[in-house]
């Protein structure tokens, strides 16, 4: 019988290695190692590993592990949801923020014109007249109505509702804050509406006391 | 999507026990790696096998777990003793714990290399898909993970550097 090479007997050992065979029962590498000293060790050295491999417990788990997923990805799921409400409440406001900063202007200029009579009137003014686009009383209601259902669509309990965002952008809280301030503000620029002044300063009015301190 | 949990948690919580030697933070984990799976179920390409793209999500969990781990050096990643119940396990039970300590002094690619090959018996292409490493190159990895152990366990003497025979204790 030939007897196997050295590098012949690491070729085959790599090889039923590879293939996840028991090397230490093949004969021709059993053969070879009785021979060589050198390879003898290899060959046990890698015998030796297989065996404790072979020798390691299955570890076990956790029996409701599969239910912790599931569980997680519900709560997942419902962060992303009220992340998604967020976004859309904060949206919305951002528009009808925008559709009513040109009607905040026009009261301004009513005012402003009705305070100086119009510029210097030698004459009597005459009967006051209606400015074009200005408010009417019942525009001041609907818009009063608006306002006041917005705040409480928007008021400070609601900010509750930011905690899943303000992990991912802690900017969130102070953004949703001004918007509610914004409103306090348009809501008391409404023409005959009237609202008194909180004693303390505006600072630290609407929820920015506590955001603060 | 239970089911598939159910199907797959076994071997995925194998993988990341041997990553991090450690019941609790394999548990997690896989909790991590299951959840990823099946938010972006959608981003699996189909034509791949299932398993390397599942094993390949929580090596990477596995990995920035033990990141996280050395930055906090005084968390100390330790064996947990499994126990067995088989008879005469004294000796099997002490090999298997120098094996494992063994596997947790590798390289961290080593040992995921080495765990998917010779514990869940990924071939070298599966493996290479997973860990999106050229063939050649795992080859190599799980080559001197296995001759990296062989040292181990001949220094503290598992292994009898005379004979190398498997010493019992």
Known sequence: ?213 | MLALVERFQGQVFGLCYRMLGNREDAEDIVQETFVRVLKNLAKWDHERDFEPWLFAIAGNRCRTALATRRRRPTVQAFIEPVPDHRPDAAPAKHLAEEVQLGLEQLRSDYRQAFVLFHQHELSYEQIADTMSRPLGTVKTWIHRARLELIRFLQQREVIEDASYAVRRV
């Open chain 1, 1 to 213: 019988m030939r007897v196997m090479q050295c590098a012949e007997f690491e070729q085959r050992l790599q090889q039923l290695l590879d293939d996840r065979q028991k090397v230490e029962q093949d004969s021709l590498l059993q053969e070879h190692a009785r021979g060589c000293d050198a390879c003898g060790r290899v060959l046990r050295g890698q015998a030796g590993l297989l065996a404790g491999l072979r020798m390691i417990p299955k570890p076990t788990f956790a029996a409701d592990l599969g239910h912790r997923v599931l569980d997680q990805l519900r709560i997942d799921q419902r962060k992303r949801n009220n992340r998604l409400l967020v976004i859309a409440a904060l949206a919305a406001a951002a528009v009808i923020m925008v559709a009513l900063l040109p009607l905040a202007g026009d009261r301004v200029r009513f005012q402003r014109d009705h305070e100086h009579g119009g510029g210097i009137a030698l004459v009597s003014p005459g009967p006051q007249q209606t400015p074009k686009n200005a408010f009417t009383e019942q525009d001041s209601n609907d818009l009063r109505m608006l306002m006041h259902s917005l705040m409480l669509q928007f008021s400070e309990h609601r900010l509750e509702m930011f905690e899943p965002v303000d992990q991912l952008a802690s900017g969130i809280r102070p953004l949703a804050l001004t918007f509610n301030l914004a409103f306090v503000t348009l809501r008391r620029a409404l023409p005959g509406y009237s609202e008194p002044r909180p004693a303390e300063p505006q600072a630290f009015y609407h929820g920015l006391r506590s955001s603060i301190s």
